[in-house]
């Protein structure tokens, strides 16, 4: 038996909410679940006349939490309804269905129907509703915002989504884990779920549906400058410890050269080769397990066996990624008749973002349930 939640996260909602949570009923047969994120005393009545209809559960912040926060205590809600008093499953995670909406009445009742179609046919996928964002109804900064979101996305993951910012989005309980353990409270929250898909290899599909904006979407409560700031910081927040743990690990790697360089009694360039080997030797193993367990966190729990075969991979890597350099460099300065040391650093900069790239999607990427990639 299939049992479908609808989950709607709500801050001082626009007249008319009760109206389309009813539309959306009649064409779905769903359980509702609302969440007032801290709306105040004013929006009582509203969300009482939802809870009195007998089939939506309505959900209380205290305080505006952020719709991130919202979308996961309705969640916890599913989750503890499919576990029951006596926390053992209850039903088939597959035939749990879950569908996310805003309140603002951009989503419509028959897309929510396809949406949730979608997600029969693609179990354990993520379905997006993606908007058109060409006609002249879309207010700008949804159409500007939208489209540096994708360009990032795309740079970040390898994968193009038109509409990463949509909230209308279908997936069967066994994502629902996933979606409690993703991190962010406002609206970097779904830029986050879609990145945490994206690393673990879950399906990520569309579905086209019509673009609404009632009143050129005068009730959002997204801030430009703020949340925008929100997602990029959740786009970045990788490649930002990446970086940080290249800077580390290259700071460190001076130093142990200058002691061994110090301390060590031999011909100068025994001197230099020994210092280099065992400075680069020991912060290419800090490097690892930095970007092993700290930028990319990645995990094969109980497995040493698949830590030696990444480490075998990364110390392979850093050795190609040291010719490759080497090859650039004397290439790049013979054809040009530049000086060595000039064309290092533009070479070595464009193998930093490739060494990002390999590391992220090979040495250490993590894959789901099925192995399978990404499709849309």
Known sequence: MEIIYIVIPAFEPEAGLYLRIRKMTERIPAQIIVIDDGSGRGYRKTFDQIEGTGYCTVLRHDKNRGKGRALKTGFDHIRRQMAGQSGTVRYDKSAVRILCADCDGQHLPDDGVRLLEKSRRHPGSLILGVRDFSGPEVPWKSRFG????????????????????????????????????????????????????????????????????????????????????????????????FILSSLFCAALDLFLFWIFETILRAGQFERILAATA???????????????????????????????????????????????????????????????????????????????????????????????????
């Open 146 to 241: 939208n489209w540096i979101s994708s360009v990032v996305f795309r740079a970040l993951s390898g994968i193009y989504l038109e509409d990463t910012q949509t909230g209308f989005r279908a997936f069967d309980g066994s994502l629902l884990e996933l979606m409690l353990r993703v991190p962010g409270e406002r609206f970097e929250y779904e830029t986050s779920v879609l990145l945490a898909c994206a690393k673990q290899d879950i399906p990520v599909r569309t579905e086209k549906i019509e673009t609404v904006y009632e009143k050129k979407n005068a009730g959002t409560h997204f801030r430009p400058v703020k949340d925008s700031i929100r997602v990029m910081a959740a786009l970045f927040h990788e490649p930002v410890k």
């Open 278 to 376: 065992g400075a680069r030797l020991l912060s290419a193993s800090v490097n690892f397990t930095i970007n092993r367990n700290w930028v990319f966190q990645f995990e094969r729990i109980g497995e040493m066996r698949g830590c030696r075969r990444e480490a075998l991979s990364y110390f392979l890597f850093c050795i190609g990624i040291m010719a490759a350099s080497a090859i650039s460099v004397a290439v790049v300065s013979d054809l040009s008749g530049l000086e060595p040391a000039s064309v290092k650093i533009p070479c070595d900069i464009l193998l930093f973002f490739l060494s990002y790239q390999i590391q992220k999607n090979r040495i250490f990427r993590r894959h789901g349930k099925d192995g399978k990639g990404n499709g849309l």
